[in-house]
């Protein structure tokens, strides 16, 4: 570069007069040691005359480095942005862009674009931004949309400011364009999830109520307010148990938001009793879940109920219904089995002591691993309704065999083991009838087979051990002690202790051993159970239910 002198600096401005010079130049100083200066003249036309005006910046020698070196930088950061950059002039002619744009509009880089124009789906868009542009010299995040190279659409932030020369003249603007296409995408979902969410939160036919974690209601659904009959303004804030909570017994709410979180977020109970503004108690199947924060933490919980009131008042009335026909079978079962009492006077309170004797053993059996499965609570039911059944047979003997005095003949003891076959067969023949198992199927088995014997002595089938079946093994215990310790025509009673022998004499020849066994555990409510139905046919037997030298009689058992 050559020593800018005066008459040189002359000549440049007449050489290139009315036109913006902005040059790097070299002025010597006083020493002669020539420096960089940047010198910027322009012409300005006045009414009367031309003026020159000149601007000339001193020691640029480092400031040039520094100037090119930021434009380095300026220019690696334009390449390189993730942003569409580009500039334009005022005819719309695209002047440069980076990379970044040629990979959003889908097109090759450098490719040629006329006007652009040409991108706008909107032109109205590009006009908005040139008026704002105008007026504020820059606009930010204007949300347009542009045709890609395959025409189809994206909705795109601008932000773009103006390009000025260094007289101050607009000559274009810079523009930069940020994708925004799959976030609005997302948001227009999560807009109809939410819309999707409300709607279904108010038509689902569940009540839905929302708790903060300190128990307060924050929100509920349409269903929660018919279910309830209360405003919105009435639970809005209120805690749940002051307003619902019709047992208060029952658990609070805050003690069952522990249970849902000792549970993994989710706790259910059924038949749960609340109240309604009315003051009527409803039931409900409820379902309590946490709702979380994305970091995890517990912000709520969800009440969902469906209304059970109805189903628990059709299944409270059809217990009741149930319980009476029970009372009403259990009562001619019984009046059945009693068809003897007519010859035998001791039959009927037999019956009951046989009843009570079959549940003490077959409840102490259940506690063994080999029958916790099998005995359960509605066989247990069943064994002691058809345990009455067991000598139904008998209605069919003579009464000069039954009602005989003293010891019967080999001819007569057969016939009376006939009982066992002939009530087996009767109670076969009703059972048939029935579709399913009952009560009778037990009946069926003891009629038939409590007089089988573990060794297989027994009759009417000779059967052994598991054989036959637990229903008659156990009600054979029960019937030879309740024989033994009774008055018969034939015999008088024996004691409690002498019974007791006699059946652990039988163990594993007469009795099934296990069944003594518990038989053993259990003697005291033997005792017990034939000393109070003894007291309760005869209240005068009293004085000798009293321990031997004492006034206090043996505690008797409760009313069964």
Known sequence: MDILTETKFLQLLNVERCRHIDRLTTIPDLNGTPKYFRVAAFTIEGEAQSYTLVRVRQDLASTHAETTSTSD?????????????????????????????????????????????????????????????????????????????DRTIKRILDSSWVIRDPRGTVTGYTCQFKDISYLKNIEARLAISERSYAVLFDTILSSIIIVDPLGRIVNWNYTAKELYGYSWEEVSGEYFDSVFRANHQRPTISQIFELVDENGGRYIEAEVPRRRKDGTDLFTYTSYSSIKNTSGKTIAYSIIEKDLTERVNLERKLKESFDRIKETQS??????????????????????????????????????????????????????????????????????????????????????????????????????????????????????????????????????GDEIPLSARIVAVADVYDALTSDRPYKKAISHEEAMNTIIEGRSSQFDPEIVDVFLENQESFRIIRMFHEFEENPKTIEGLLQPGTNQARPAAPSP
């Not at 450098?110 to 124009?117: H, K, V």
């Not at 102490?364 to 009455?388: P, Q």
């Not at 037990?442 to 087979?449: D, F, N, S, V, W």
């Open 331 to 464: 009562a001619t079962i019984l009046g059945f089995a009693r068809l003897t009492e007519y010859r035998d006077k001791n039959t009927g309170k037999h019956l009951k002591r046989i009843r009570e004797y079959t549940k003490v053993l077959a409840t102490g059996l259940r506690s063994m691993e080999k029958y916790k499965n099998y005995i359960t609570d509605r066989y247990i039911e069943d064994l002691c309704l058809s345990s009455v059944l067991h000598d139904v047979g008998k209605v069919a003997i003579e009464d000069s065999i039954l009602l005989k005095v003293g010891q019967l003949d080999q001819k007569e003891f057969s016939r009376v083991k006939d009982h066992a076959r002939m009530g087996g067969d009767a109670l076969r023949d009703v059972d048939t009838e029935i579709k399913r198992e009952s009560f009778l199927t037990l009946g069926k088995e003891i009629a038939y087979y409590h007089h089988e014997r573990w060794d297989g002595d027994g009759y009417p089938e000779g059967r052994r």
């Open 73 to 149: 930088s300026f220019e690696l950061l334009f390449q390189n942005i993730g942003d569409g950059l580009l500039t334009v002039n005022l005819g719309g002619k695209i002047q440069t862009a980076n990379p970044a744009f040629y990979k959003l509009i889908g097109m090759e880089p450098n490719s040629p674009i006329e006007d652009i124009a040409s991108l706008y789906v909107y032109k109205a868009e590009l006009e908005d931004k040139l008026i704002r542009l105008l007026d504020a010299d820059f606009v930010f995040n204007l949300e347009t949309h542009l045709y890609m190279e």
